[in-house]
């Protein structure tokens, strides 16, 4: 949600800042803008509503050109999406501002400015941080002196980056809460709230930590931590292909990222599997000491991580022995909780920078559980450095919106979990451990079989191309994948699901079947295979149209009203990480159907960073 670009150089800036904006596009946003100083000593903007698309033929028109640069995308928090709210934010055509995050206190702050003099032209939060800066300027004429003054007075989550006509020959920013990096080229420098946008001009990077601010010159970088003390951060080499922004073959990220799934779930695996059990030593060196003390599992998670956790449970219980809550993030954190002794608290999330997981970390962090543990695909976010054990996910930049490839491997480093808590409390039943081993080495061949069957997939998706509603159901640790596949077709065909345990049918939802309401249906061939084939029934007694995938062993064929996908057979534990292969396609040709924006949703971001 939200971007942040900035650029310092000996060559005209503009195209860089917009290139970056683009390659920011996944986050989600609602306008966009660029500010610019130009050789005559002033900063120059232009902002749009909508799309980079809708800025650029602006700029064509009336260019900007300069050599000291930032620019945003913005996803409206304070103030509806117009161009007056449109960053960057002004402050007496001296100052330039961007931001992403929330400034909580930006009421009594903006009262205050006003009394100062200060007229605002926004509804944002932000335009308070540009007169806020301006106004400190007139005290502490050094910017990045000001801007350590001015975030003293700020109370929220920010990642911010300004510019001033006073001090040409810099940009400076700070994190809060919000991530930035520091990406390092050769008489130029450049910034970003991610890697991603900046990998067309280096590959070299430094990440700002919580409470940082630095100061970006053509040739150099200062860097100082909360305490205002200078530091040296790491710079870190990206070696990820530019690939990873490239649609390729595909006709979106998110089809591309849906036929990873393979590879990436094979990358997580690599390095974790002995001949025949799970090295713990790859969740840390102090992993097994800390496991071996493990009594209760406390998850936390937001949107499709969260499903993630809530497959999670039944392993940890149904393998391992082990007691497990699974729950929201934003709901964890605003309760009471009480914590069983020994507890292992952990941390899903994709980005590592979710807002709602991030604050719900911290405040376990006082509540005192046994110690954290994140499952995170970005090796340098937040999450993974605040938590006190880590294992990544490899599943590489995740462009579009919905999440595909990020929740497979999420499943599969829980899988992980599982088994190196079982291994290492000694509770996991005999054999247990050698024989998922063995599956997961066959996963990613299984996965391939899976995405084999996209065009009997794309086929039935027809049915649903008229349709407004959907039921999913599942039953067991294929729940929570109903729950996915549901979340997936309303996120990008705008269709409304809704999914239940297909034992609760009759207690409620029997009531919406019709014709015009088709049910998704996942049925591995396990012991709730016969429970299932009644529920089924009772659909179809209905009138309802009915979408099975099932197990080819699972004796269930095509008849009237009801379409049958032979799924290939897997062990039961492992089919909730199949069975999302087919949810995920349905849902992509049923939004490729609408005509809907597959990669970009309406109305959502792609690494949520505020409430």
Partial sequence: ?????????????????????????????????????????????????????????????????????????????????TEHNAHPHFSSDEVAVVHNGIIENHEPLRERLKELGYVFTSQTDTEVIAHL????????????DALKATVQQLHGAYGLAAISVQQPDRLVAARSGSPLVI????????????????????????????????????????????????????????????????????????????HEQPKVVQRTLEGRLGQNQVLV?????????????????????????????????????????????????????????????????????????????LAALRNAKQLGFLGSLAICNVGISSLVRESDLTLLTQAGPEIGVASTKAFTTQLVALMLLTLSLGQVRGTLAQGVEAELVEELRRLPTRL???????????????????????????????FPVAMEGALKLKEISYIHAEAYPA???????????????PVVTVAPNNELLEKLKSNLQEVRARGG??????DARANLSNGPGTHVVAMPHIIDALAPILYTIPLQLLSYYVAVLKGTDVDQPRNLAKSVTVE
Wanted: aromatic residues 8%; contains cysteine.
């Fill in 281 to 357: 030593q790859a969740f840390g060196p102090q992993a097994a000491e800390l496991f071996g003390k493990v009594r209760n599992v406390q998850i936390v998670a937001c949107g499709t991580s969260y499903h993630a956790g809530m497959v999670a449970r039944y392993w940890l219980e149904g393998l391992a022995g082990i007691p497990c809550q699974v729950e929201v993030a934003s709901e964890f954190r605003y309760r009471k909780v009480v914590v069983q002794p020994d507890t292992l608290f952990v941390s899903i999330s994709q980005s590592g920078e979710t807002a709602d997981t």
């Fill in 133 to 144: 800066l301006h106004h400190t300027l007139k005290s502490v004429p050094d910017i990045a």
């Fill in 183 to 258: 990406g390092l080229g050769l008489g130029e420098n450049f910034l970003a709230s991610d890697q991603l946008a900046l990998r067309q001009v280096t590959d070299r990077f430094m990440y700002l930590e919580e409470g940082d601010i630095a100061e970006i010159r053509r040739d150099n970088v200062q860097i100082w931590d909360a305490s205002g003390a200078p530091v040296q951060r790491e710079t870190v080499q990206y070696h990820e292909g530019a690939e990873a922004a490239d649609k390729g073959e595909y006709r979106h990220f998110m089809m591309k990222e849906i």
């Fill in 1 to 81: 949600m939200c971007g942040i670009v900035g650029a310092i150089a000996e060559r005209n800036i503009t195209a860089i800042l917009v290139e970056g904006l683009k390659r920011l596009e996944y986050r989600g946003y609602d306008s966009a803008g660029v500010a610019v100083l130009t050789a005559d000593g002033s900063i120059q903007r232009c902002r749009r509503v909508g799309k980079v698309s809708e800025l650029e033929p602006a700029l064509a028109a009336d260019p900007l050109v300069g050599k000291l640069g930032i620019a945003h995308t913005r996803w409206a928090t304070h103030g509806a999406p």
């Fill in 448 to 478: 391939g079989e899976a995405l084999a069957m996209d065009t009997t997939i794309e086929k039935i998706a027809e049915l649903f191309a008229e349709k407004h509603h959907t039921l999913f159901l599942g039953r067991g640790a294929q």
């Fill in 545 to 550: 149209e009915l979408v099975v995938f099932a």
């Fill in 503 to 517: 034992g609760e049918l009759k207690h409620g939802p029997l009531a919406l079947v019709d014709k015009d309401m």
